[in-house]
C-alpha cells in the first residue's frame, strides 16, 4: 500500500507469532547525517510525545543490529520505519515483512536488513513478531543534516500512518 493518504488495511496475524502480551515496538532507523536516511529517527522522535502510542517502545536506532532480535521477539508487533528505496521522494508506504530464513554457517554482521533481524529472532527465540515496514522515499541521500523540503513532510504522514498501525493491532 502507497501514497500520502493511504490508510492501512494490512492483516496482523502471522505465523510464527510473536509474543502476544508483548509490547508493541516501533524502531526508526537511518543516518540523520545523511539528509533523508534520517527520516526513521525523525519519525521516532515525533512519535515519542504521542498519547496514541502510550506504552509503545520507540527506539531510534543509526542500523538495525543483532542486538535487537532479542527485544523484537519479546514484542507483538514490531514497525520499522526507513527510508525507502523503491518510493518516489516523500512517498510513504507500508508493507507487511517475512521473516528471512537463517541459513547454516550465516555470520550476523553490525548490521542486519529488516527480514533477516526478524529472521534471527525466530532463530535464536523462536517467536518473531508480525513486522510492518514504513518506508518513505528519500530526495537526498548526501551528507547533510535535516530533511529535504519534500521529506519533511511526509514524517507526519508516515507518522499518522505508524499509530494507525498501531491501533489495529491493539483492537486485533
Avoid: K
Avoid at 515496538?25 to 502510542?53: C, F, H, I, Q
Avoid at 507483538?76 to 512517498?91: I, K, R, W
Amino acid at each position: 500500500m502507497t501514497g500520502a493518504g493511504a490508510s492501512p488495511g494490512i492483516p496482523l496475524v502471522a505465523a510464527p507469532p510473536g509474543r502476544p502480551d508483548g509490547p508493541v515496538m516501533v524502531v526508526g532507523y537511518g543516518n540523520s547525517l545523511r539528509s533523508d536516511d534520517g527520516v526513521g529517527p525523525a519519525v521516532a522522535a515525533r512519535l515519542a510525545g504521542d498519547p496514541r502510542l502510550a506504552g509503545v517502545i520507540i527506539r531510534s536506532e543509526h542500523q538495525l543490529t543483532p542486538e535487537l532480535a532479542a527485544d523484537a521477539s519479546q514484542a507483538s508487533l514490531l514497525v520499522l520505519v526507513d527510508a525507502g528505496t523503491d518510493e518516489a521522494p516523500g512517498e510513504v508506504s507500508v508493507r507487511r515483512l517475512e521473516p528471512s530464513p537463517v541459513e547454516g554457517g550465516t555470520a550476523w554482521t553490525h548490521h542486519l536488513d529488516p527480514s533477516a533481524l526478524v529472521g534471527l529472532a525466530l532463530a535464536l527465540w523462536g517467536s518473531a513478531p508480525p513486522v510492518i515496514l514504513v518506508s518513505i522515499g528519500p530526495a537526498s541521500l548526501e551528507v547533510g543534516e535535516g530533511l529535504s523540503e519534500i521529506v519533511a513532510p511526509a514524517v507526519a504522514r508516515a507518522a499518522d500512518l505508524v499509530a494507525t498501525v498501531v491501533e489495529a493491532h491493539r483492537r486485533a
